[in-house]
């Protein structure tokens, strides 16, 4: 079993839906992270959370939202849906130690049309 | 600012060595990463090399960091099908608390 599952693993919305992706992760760690893949763009941060109560703003936060709802879970929501949103998404987390590792889920394919 | 740059893709002959390259721009980040996507996968750590260091080996996987020129690179010996994937450099940002940032990524198509 995954250590980081994401849920859905795929998706297909329309413009203007509300879409929820969920993380959950079972190693323990304090740090979540929500990343967006584009071809030829690498990964772009979202947002993250190093512990229950603080969430911090990434790179690319405008039409997203985030709730951290225990430690082990982390979901993101786009509240409007667009199709410049239509990407890959990884769930990430890590313990804060020195060398910083990032252990990912398996992704969320969205497609927005 | 944060600004990781590799180029696109290289293909390689199964046997030969591969080499990624990458540029970062975060002069302070204490550490530098090397991830591995294989394809319907996420990213797994595949190495990382510690700032004060000029080179790391591990098996097949070479690390060499020049830190004047900002310049990391990845060298594959013995390259395998398996080792067909995008491959991310990534630097440790400490500012806005310690994250990662990523290059671009790297599509590595081993030929047998």
């Known amino acids: 079993d995954a250590d980081v599952t994401q849920t859905p693993r795929n998706r297909i919305t329309k413009t203007g839906k509300r879409i929820m992706l969920e993380c959950s992760q079972t190693?323990?760690?304090?740090?979540m992270y929500w990343y967006r893949q584009d071809p030829g763009l690498g990964l772009q941060l979202i947002y993250y959370?190093?512990?229950?109560?603080?969430?911090n703003k990434g790179e690319i936060s405008d039409g997203y939202s985030v709730s951290r709802q225990a430690q082990a879970k982390f979901s993101l929501s786009l509240e409007s849906a667009i199709p410049n949103q239509t990407a890959l998404y990884f769930c990430?987390?890590?313990?804060?130690?020195?060398?910083?590792?990032?252990?990912f889920g398996e992704g969320s394919r969205l497609t927005v049309l | 600012g944060e600004d990781v740059e590799q180029s696109l893709f290289l293909s390689v002959r199964e046997g030969d060595s591969s080499v990624i390259n990458c540029t970062y721009t975060?002069?302070?980040?204490?550490?530098l990463y090397w991830y591995k996507q294989e394809p319907g996968a996420g990213l797994q750590l595949l190495t990382y090399i510690f700032s004060n260091m000029d080179m790391k080996q591990d098996q097949r996987l070479t690390v060499l960091l020049n830190k004047k020129d900002k310049h990391l690179s990845l060298r594959i010996a013995d390259t395998q099908t398996g080792d067909s994937a995008i491959y991310f450099c990534a630097e440790s940002i400490r500012r806005g608390g310690n994250r990662l940032a990523f290059g671009k990524g790297n599509q590595v198509v081993v030929i047998p």
């Open positions: 990430a987390t890590s313990t804060g130690s020195t060398t910083g590792e990032l252990f």
């Open positions: 959370s190093f512990d229950v109560k603080d969430i």
């Open positions: 190693k323990g760690h304090d740090r």
């Open positions: 975060d002069s302070s980040s204490t550490y």
